[in-house]
């Protein structure tokens, strides 16, 4: 990766400008030991950008995602813009950010270290050598399905939202999918709820008829309740899982669980050229903003699958990769994955100590 590539940087809300900030020192240093030329753009987004501009994706900031190579995203929302127009909540910034930008394929791994088998709550026999890739549809679904409102006077309302899929959103999804089966273990699972919902009677009928085209891939189906239980029963039954946006929202946080803390996990949004936003799973959790207890390592992970899935620098995701797997081996932990009397580090010095084991590398 020898040419410029610009990131933009979203820092957003909450614990979102303190775990980016780490990430941020993470892409300087391999921009060293790699000789990269990443240069890092930010603009404000979610409550932040409203406060300053009035709406949660202002244009500054959507000019900027458009027009930067790849896109590193904190997290938005926060208890002071619950009471304001639903239009201009931070969240809406998601979802007019993977809009906008067709981001459509969203890779959630679920990986869990060794050295945190212990900070899972599921036995370490259970979740050892756990490692699971859910593919969620990003930008269709009830999330953007319509029409959708609440109406009635107050006493009588009535709340509704619409969940749409056609056929080809259904492909779209099913061929990155199947694409990423291939290149793990050759199984995917397929979550739905044919037996209630129409809708999910179509997906099911669209993944069957694309397996046709991926024969060396084992298909398999599951409902989506059967598949939650199975999750935190015996998750190393799945390699990759593949589905809704609903469903695909519920299940990544319920498998970020297994890994011992939602602070571990990374995602990536990717549009059909490679193009990805890439941000932690988990939420701004403003109940520790700026005290320094955030865990800045799936932000950091992050950056590892933006090396990967846009710049194709597979040796320097890996270097990322390795020096947090370094970290948590030399004993670093923020509070969400250490154990009874382990110390504590802050967000800062988790970050410092993966930037010196980056050097390392």
């Known amino acids: 990766m020898s040419d410029k590539k610009t990131i933009a940087v979203l820092p957003g809300d909450g614990i979102g400008p303190e775990v980016t900030a780490q990430a941020v020192r993470v892409i300087e240093q391999v921009n060293g030991v790699f000789g990269l030329s990443c240069t890092i753009e930010t603009q404000p987004v979610g409550g932040a950008a409203y406060e300053l501009h009035g709406h949660p994706l202002p244009p500054s900031t959507l000019d900027l995602a458009r027009s930067a190579d790849a896109i590193l995203l904190g997290a938005v929302g926060g208890p002071q813009w619950e009471s304001i127009d639903r239009q201009l909540r931070p969240e809406k910034a998601l979802l007019g950010l993977r809009s906008e930008l067709e981001l459509f394929s969203n890779l959630r791994p679920a990986l869990l270290f060794p050295e945190l088998a212990d900070a899972s709550t599921l036995k370490p026999e259970v979740v050892s050598g756990l490692d699971i890739m859910i593919v969620r549809e990003l930008t269709g679904g009830i999330y953007f399905g319509g029409p959708r409102a609440i109406e009635g006077e107050k006493g009588s309302r009535k709340g509704y939202n619409t969940m749409v899929y056609s056929e080809a959103e259904i492909q779209r999804i099913g061929h990155s999918a199947f694409q990423m089966a291939m290149q793990r273990d050759r199984r995917l699972c397929s979550v739905d709820k044919a037996n209630v919902l129409e809708v999910s009677e179509l997906w099911r009928e669209v993944m069957i008829d694309l397996g046709k085209s991926y024969p060396e891939v084992e298909l398999s189906h599951m409902y989506i309740d059967n598949a939650c239980m199975q999750l935190v029963r015996a998750p190393k039954q799945f390699d990759v899982m593949v589905t809704t946006n609903m469903f695909g929202d519920i299940l990544s946080d319920a498998a970020s669980m297994l890994t011992g803390s939602i602070g571990m996990l990374p995602s990536a949004s990717l549009d059909s050229r490679g193009k990805g936003m890439y941000e932690p799973v988990h939420g701004s959790a403003p109940d520790i903003a700026g005290q320094g207890k955030a865990n800045p390592l799936a932000t950091i992970l992050s ?17 990322i990769e390795a020096a947090v797997k370094a970290t948590l081996a030399d004993g670093f932990r923020t ?27």
Request: charged share 20%; aromatic share 2%; hydrophobic share 45%.
């Open 335 to 361: 509070g969400d994955i250490a154990a009874d009397g382990q110390a504590i580090v802050t967000t800062e010095e988790m970050g410092t100590a993966v930037v010196d084991r980056v050097s390392k590398s």
């Open 303 to 319: 950056v590892a699958m933006m090396m990967r899935s846009t710049f194709g620098n597979e040796p320097c995701a890996a270097a």
